[in-house]
């Protein structure tokens, strides 16, 4: 069992993830925007963070860097469906790209499935160990 945050600023989505990954025996700390990530990064003891890409500031590329750089060794799934997640495709998988080359342990498309979510995040887990 590990402890996950979870930032996503739309309240369904940040529901769906914590369900999922609670129901695969997980903890969570769901966050609606990243600003006080940081905090729960070194708080919780965190082994993880599913983190939304597009957020309020600080956008989630923003964040990604921050974590590289002061926790380089905590797993980072990066998700997004686009801006305002209203499925621009193409912007998603641009900052999917930019999240992979910024050491993002995985990257996931919205909208997520529940067992690819729980999924790449054990794989993110795994590849941190």
């Known amino acids: 069992m590990a402890t ?6 739309h309240p369904g989505v940040l529901a769906f993830c914590a369900k999922a990954l609670e129901r695969a025996g997980h903890n969570i700390v769901a966050l609606p925007d990243a600003s006080n990530l940081m905090e729960h ?32 060794e905590l797993p980072v799934v990066a998700i997004s469906g686009g801006p305002s997640d209203y499925g621009d495709v193409t912007a998603a998988s641009t900052y999917l790209r930019v999240a992979s080359h910024l050491g993002a342990a995985e990257v996931l498309q919205k909208p997520l499935e529940p067992q690819a979510l729980v999924e790449a995040v054990q794989d993110a887990l795994d590849a941190g160990a």
């Open 4 to 9: 996950i945050a979870v930032v996503d600023d």
């Open 41 to 72: 990064v070194t708080a919780d003891d965190l082994d993880a963070v599913v983190l939304d890409l597009f957020l309020p500031p600080p956008d989630g590329l923003e964040v990604l860097g921050k974590l590289r750089k002061h926790h380089p």
